[in-house]
């Protein structure tokens, strides 16, 4: 596949999120231009050579600036629907390689085909690009590595338990780096129009497998306590959005006793394979100590 001039100008949308972040940076070593969306371009902290403006899904007027001589656009929905269809038409005004962040919901694997509020929102996007007969290639990312950090890294540095439900269940955590250096080759490589990406990583792990790649990562013991969905409830309810524990304890429930599902994407479209979940771990390590220098 022939790969279009690399100083044709990409504008990516959450550019600050930890994809967007990976991305742009991939972006720049390929030698792209850079645009970066935000709606608070004075807060945004990014590489030099980035040329961040702001604009607003919720005001498809604000996106004309940032829209102008682009070519490119990495899109991550991160609004309410409502002006989903304005935003698109804008997108749709001139040819432009649009690559859209959704989630593998069509994937026939009980994990993902359980009720919720984002699935419906990704089906609803992808429709209105559909009915907007733009060439958009869909990127559909499994569970992410990340999770792990943010659900057990206080665990581990504080007390080195981790308290979960559903030890057994398998899921095959993608590093958001290999989610990046997929979105950068279809943006910048010709014949992924219409492409329909599942995204996972190399392997099934259970969860306490993941645990245990934690463990070695960091060098010592992490013992794995498993909750009942009951206990699990009470002990995220301070601090967890409504609605998000019930949506993964129902996928957890459906995919027991199955294998995660797994593809091969990564390294057919990126040409190195996805990384595996302990080299995720060994990179992000001090982040389990809480000490500095964790790999972003």
């Known amino acids: 596949m022939a790969s279009q001039s690399t100083r044709e100008t990409v504008l990516v949308t959450g550019a600050t999120g930890r994809i967007g972040r990976f991305l ?6 390929r030698g792209a231009s850079v645009r970066a969306l935000t709606r608070r371009p004075e807060a945004a902290v990014l590489p030099p050579g980035v040329e961040v403006v702001g604009g607003d899904f919720t005001l498809p007027a604000s996106l004309d600036t940032a829209l102008a001589g682009t070519s490119m656009v990495f899109l991550m929905w991160a609004a309410p629907p409502v002006t989903a269809p304005a935003v698109i038409k804008q997108l749709a005004s001139r040819p432009r390689r649009v690559v859209y962040l959704s989630a593998p919901f069509r994937t026939p694997h009980p994990f993902f085909q359980q009720p919720n509020p984002m699935r419906d929102l990704h089906a609803e996007i992808e429709g209105i690009l559909a009915a907007a007969r ?7 990312p499994g569970m992410f590595a990340s999770n792990a950090l943010h659900w057990w890294g206080s665990q581990i540095s504080d007390r080195g338990v981790v308290r979960w439900p559903y030890a057994a269940v398998e899921t095959a955590p993608i590093d958001e780096r290999d989610i990046a ?14 492409g329909d990406y599942v995204l996972t990583g190399p392997e099934s792990l259970s969860h306490v497998a993941q645990v245990r790649a934690i463990g070695d990562a960091v060098g010592r013991s992490i013992r794995f306590e498993e909750v009942s969905p009951e206990e ?3 002990e995220t309810a301070a601090t967890w959005p409504g609605g998000v524990a019930e949506m993964l304890l129902a996928a957890w429930r459906a995919a027991l006793g199955q294998p995660a599902f797994v593809t091969s994407t990564v390294r057919e479209i990126v040409g190195s394979p996805a990384r595996t979940f302990h080299q995720w771990a060994v ?3 001090p982040a389990f100590s809480g000490a500095p220098g964790v790999a972003e």
Do not use: P
């Open 134 to 140: 733009l060439d958009a290639t869909i990127l559909r």
């Open 283 to 285: 990179d992000h390590a």
């Open 24 to 29: 742009v940076d991939e972006l720049l070593r």
């Open 181 to 194: 250096a997929t979105a950068v080759q279809v943006l910048l490589q010709d014949g992924h129009a219409g």
């Open 232 to 234: 699990f409830r009470r």
